[in-house]
């Protein structure tokens, strides 16, 4: 790669390489030295990139959401660490005209695979780590990783399991299970809607409606809680 390239790179993300080889190797797609050129790919500081990613990110996330539990905190790392937001990250630096390919992997339109955009984002990380040590590397991680993890984390479905809550809280407090009922299918075959409704000791609780039998039961439930906090 020419010399002019790697300096713009460099400018990019802050900071220049002492040894510039070690870029080189981070920005190698394992396709070019597939098609005979004798020189590392970036595999090896890819695995060792990710295991930095995974540690400046897990140490921002410990630190920043005290109240957090390890479960919630894993969550959140798995939102901003994966390889879609990677390439993402990749990408805010125009990270794929970089990258070196080779001939078939370019053709086919490889700078702008999400897989090898972000192990290059990882592997670069990685040459830093290598070149400079564990702060500089965490710095770059801040400056393109973690600098929109609001967003990232704002992707977090929420997942709770309402049904789960219900069944619990009502075993305990009244000795019984809660009742769903489908009350009312429409819409053809493949598009079909359900209202459902939750019955606790002949009680009426909940409502819920869905595009699957799953989503309106969780609605009911989650409905049910509330009007039970709501009589505490």
Excluded: W
């Excluded at 920005?27 to 004798?38: A, E």
């Amino acid at each position: 790669m020419e010399l002019e390239k790697l300096s713009e790179l460099e400018r990019k993300i802050g900071y220049t390489f002492r040894e510039k080889n070690l870029l080189i190797e981070a920005l190698t797609h394992p396709s070019y030295p597939g098609d005979g050129h004798n020189v590392p790919d970036y595999e090896r500081l890819e695995f060792l990139g990710d295991a930095v990613v995974e540690l400046a990110v897990t140490r921002f996330l410990f630190e920043k959401f005290k109240e957090k539990d390890e479960g919630e905190l894993t969550k959140m790392r798995a939102a901003i660490v994966n390889r879609d937001a990677l390439a993402e990250d990749a990408l805010k630096i125009g990270l794929g005209e970089y990258i070196i390919l080779g001939e078939g992997e370019k053709r086919s339109g490889g700078k702008n695979r999400t897989s090898i955009l972000s192990c290059a984002m990882e592997a670069v990380v990685g040459a830093v780590f290598v070149d400079a040590g564990y702060e500089k590397a965490e710095e770059i991680v801040k400056k393109f990783i973690l600098d929109e993890y609001e967003k990232k984390l704002s992707r977090i479905k929420d997942d709770k399991n309402f049904k789960g809550i219900l069944q619990e809280y009502v075993q305990k407090k009244f000795h019984t299970l809660p009742i769903y009922s489908v009350v009312k299918e429409d819409g053809p075959p493949h598009q079909r809607t359900f209202e459902v409704e939750v019955r606790i000791k002949n009680k009426t609780m909940g409502k819920g409606k869905g595009k699957s039998l799953k989503e309106a039961e969780r609605k009911a439930a989650q409905e049910a809680l509330e009007k039970l906090k709501e009589e505490k």
